[in-house]
């Protein structure tokens, strides 16, 4: 369990950072800073305010306006007026060396290679296929690297957020969202949809695992049913990461949510993929195709899904993992990059969208911790504001090499990684800026 | 680089096979140079003897980055961007990590922009191995005043970080190049209405020079010919940095339109761009965390796609932080892993009672265990095993992590079990659990199984050591 620090130590928190700061933190499970005290506004020292500037009430008021801010589908609002002021040129200064412009006119092509087109996958059924869904969303379709200019990209990115079926340690920026809904799943969906401008939901079956609660398949199922029943976005169902028992897991909650052409995550090499495409088959689903950073791994596993199991191209969605800023995400992101790269130039075993596990970036320490381990780094700040932003920058990188589908946590990250990539995509319009006014502009 | 086979750099080379430049071969140094681990100068036959004067220049030519590289600022601190030879980063690497510039007005108080300045020259953050900082100072002509943006100059200059000077006033750059001789500023900008000017300066004062044009790729190609032929060589190119809308999808579409065009041979238009994500703070989002967030958002897109330099606003942590390590993300060299030396490391002042641990070579892996064990207040011996880089998961997953590999490496360290300490145990990571009998019989010692986590090392120690 997450340990509970009071607001008397956390001055000292502050001041003892090395001592405090490692041992008997999980990377999901955190110091918690019991605020209640705080909150509540009785007598606390101002000083100490100021220093947790960040814990304090303001900080939710910040979140609440940056979602609603970056929330889709909210505009940037309009620029502010900048008087342009002409720049006053001095004709003293009349050149020799430089008389007349050379007048040349740009020109690129487009890329030539680029022959193939990415895989249209599409996720949920409505009552036209045979499902309750409310809409269907899809994935892929790409003729070029995301938002270039080579060829328009036919869908937008989605994002679907997590849920889990126990309630789990989480970072506290994350779990202050979500804290009364995390012993419902379906409570806990209806948020992710109504209030966070969820595209999709995962539900992490993370009790089956037998070191967790060994929970039951059937039991796991209910839960499945219980989030189809309380939103009508198309699912994600995530096992355990067991891989003796994911198969009869997803398996299982394949069966209850027939016709809903969820995603089931994942297929991996290390457990019985067979098992898991033969219950997309059966009961209409898709398959995540999840391998580990390396590119012929991933085309392995394709390859065994579409020639062994029979599994559809249009069934298919690839994880080809995602390491977090600062732990991995430059093999996480030329990964994705060089993945996509062959599939555009013919590569029909890597022809697929792709999705990110983006929570991991969670994992990364910067994203968590209190502050620095080390005395010698510049501050840090709140880590509050770190965790979003890490959430954001480790999305937003995977995004530009040709990530699709995003598993995302925390609101603020999901809001402003959903404008940013439409703004690239082009749908969102904002008001003119003149930026050339931008050096005598008030900052 | 206009030759990619080591073959046709090897034609240019003197082919005595001297080993002057360190190499057994001219074409083992052909390859160094291909892969650019190793420039012509470094042969010195070829520096010296004037009969390959003529081979040197071309071999110079053919070997040069598509994308012009450009130096700003003088002595340590210089900032080098551009020259780069790829579009993607596995093809090759990329080359001189996008430089950080943060933002300082000429009408700020003589106190406020001390202190700023120095915030931004003292920024750090440790990195495998590193401290990851940030580049320099961009001064925005805010007043319009010459004398005013002399005055901010020479204050900035005394912290010795590169400069950019803003103003689209040729009176205004003219005072501050001034007031900052021989400090090889870089000047933002000339544009359609200044350019003669502007370029006249940089001819004069042999400074690096920004063209400007906002949008408008024709007209910016043709200012930086202009200029190209005037004589100036150092150029850097502003196409406009968006911050939302359409405005935004055109500036991301135009930074992918120059890198390629430059890549490809067009070399009128292979120059460093520059990227200005503190537009964001122009878009009118009154929150400024949210302004914060959206401008870490711009510097992210155009670290990846292509700008070489930038100028930001925030100084905020969560702004920084995100953006130095997402430079560093982007520009490591994808062909090998950040490593440090193997060998026989010491936490604080080991002696014979204290615990001897190791770990692998690869940096990020080294440096965390290490600043969990450091912070932590533990003295030890910290052995690196040299896995190529690798960590200890993938390590002992891809056989770079054997037995037999940590007995040559505690060897290698001349470090013998048996005599350098008292209790003849070593403490092995969790993840690397499977090699423990193997090691058990390699070394004829103890092995301990330590936590998964360097993290929890510290609650590790307190139940297990020392050894009953
Ligand atoms: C990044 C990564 C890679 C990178 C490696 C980059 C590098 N330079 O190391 C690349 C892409 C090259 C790679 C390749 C492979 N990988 Co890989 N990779 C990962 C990944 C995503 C992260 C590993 C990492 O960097 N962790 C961070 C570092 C800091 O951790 P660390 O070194 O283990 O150190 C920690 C602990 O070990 C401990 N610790 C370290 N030293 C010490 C010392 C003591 C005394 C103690 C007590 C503790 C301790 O504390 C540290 C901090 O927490 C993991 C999956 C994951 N998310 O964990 C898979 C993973 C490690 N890879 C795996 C595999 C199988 C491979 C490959 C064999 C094939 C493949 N699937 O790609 C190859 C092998 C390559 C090789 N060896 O040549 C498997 C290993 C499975 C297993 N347990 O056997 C994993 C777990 C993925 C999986 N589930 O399949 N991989
Ligand atoms: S120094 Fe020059 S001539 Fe001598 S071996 Fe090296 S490349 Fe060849």
Known sequence: MAKKVKLSEVTDMFKGMEILSLEGVKIEGDIEIDLSGLLGGGGFDPMLAAILGQESAMLA????????????????????????????????????????LIPAKFDVSKIAEWTTQIQEVPLGNTSADGGTRGKQVIVGGEKALPFYFDAPMPHRNQVTIDVFDMRIGLAKAVKENYDEVMDSPGEWAKKNVDKFNADMITIHLISTDPLVKDTSAKDAAKTVEEVLQAVDVPIAIGGSGNPQKDPEVLSKAAEVSEGERCLLASASLNLDYAKIAEAALKYDHDVLSWTQLDMNAQKELNRKLMKQCNVPRDRIIMDPTTAALGYGLDYAYTNMERIRLAALMGDDELTFPMSSGTTNAWGARESWMVGSPLGQDSDWGPREYRGPIWEIVTGLSLAIAGNDLFMMMHPTAVAVLKQITQTLFGTLEAEPVNIASWIEAEV | MKINSPLEAYKYLPQTNCTECGEPTCMAF????????????????????????????????????????????????????????????????????????????????????????????????????RNLLVDGVAIRAASNDPTKFAAAVKKVAEVGLPMIFCSFNPAVLKAGLEAAKDKNPLLYAANKDNWKEVGELALKYKVPVVVSAFNDLDALKTLAKTFAEA?????????????????????????????????????????????????????????????????????????????????????????????????????????????????????????????????????????????????????????????????????????????????????????????????????IPGLAARIQGDLEDALDAKVKVGPMDSGRIPGWMEKNWPPK
């Open chain 2, 30 to 129: 052909a390859s160094k140079l291909i892969d650019r681990s190793a420039k012509p100068s470094d042969c010195p036959p070829l520096i010296k003897e004037k009969k390959y004067t003529k081979k040197l220049a071309e071999l110079e030519r053919l070997l040069a980055p598509e994308i012009r590289e450009v130096v700003l600022g003088v002595g340590e601190k210089a900032a080098k961007i551009g020259g780069d030879d790829v579009l993607y980063r596995h093809k090759l690497t990329f080359f001189n990590k996008t430089k950080m510039f943060f933002d300082v007005a000429d009408t700020m108080g003589e106190a406020d922009l001390i202190e700023r300045v120095k915030k931004i020259a003292d920024f750090k953050k440790f990195y495998v191995g």
């Open chain 1, 61 to 100: 008021q910040h979140f609440g306006r940056i979602a609603s801010m970056f929330g889709v589908p909210v505009g940037m609002g309009a620029p502010a007026a900048v008087g342009g002021v002409a720049p006053g040129v001095s004709p003293a200064l009349a050149a020799p060396k430089l008389k007349d």
């Open chain 2, 231 to 427: 004589g100036i060589k150092d150029i850097v190119l502003d196409p406009g940095t968006y911050p939302s809308g359409k405005g935004l999808k055109d500036s991301f579409t135009n930074f992918l339109k120059i890198r390629r065009a430059g890549i490809m041979g067009d070399t009128d238009i292979a120059y460093p761009i520059m990227a200005l994500p503190l537009t964001a703070w122009m878009a009118g989002v009154a929150d400024p965390v949210s302004t914060s967030y959206w401008e870490t958002v711009l510097a992210s897109i155009f670290t990846i796609r292509y700008a070489d330099i930038m100028i930001l606003h925030s100084m905020e942590a969560y702004a920084v932080l995100p953006e130095v390590h997402l430079a560093e993300t982007i520009y490591t060299d994808p062909r090998s892993p950040v490593s440090v030396e193997g060998g026989m490391y010491k936490v604080g002042e080991p002696d014979k009672d204290s615990p001897v641990f190791f770990t692998t070579n690869f940096a990020l892996t080294y440096y965390t265990v290490e600043s969990d064990i450091a912070a932590n207040g533990i003295v030890c011996w910290l052995l690196a095993v040299d896995t190529d880089g690798i960590g200890v998961e993938a390590a002992a997953a891809g056989g770079q992590l054997t037995a037999a590999k940590v007995k040559d490496a505690f060897d290698k360290a001349g470090f013998d079990l048996k005599k350098d300490v008292n209790h003849n145990t070593v403490i």
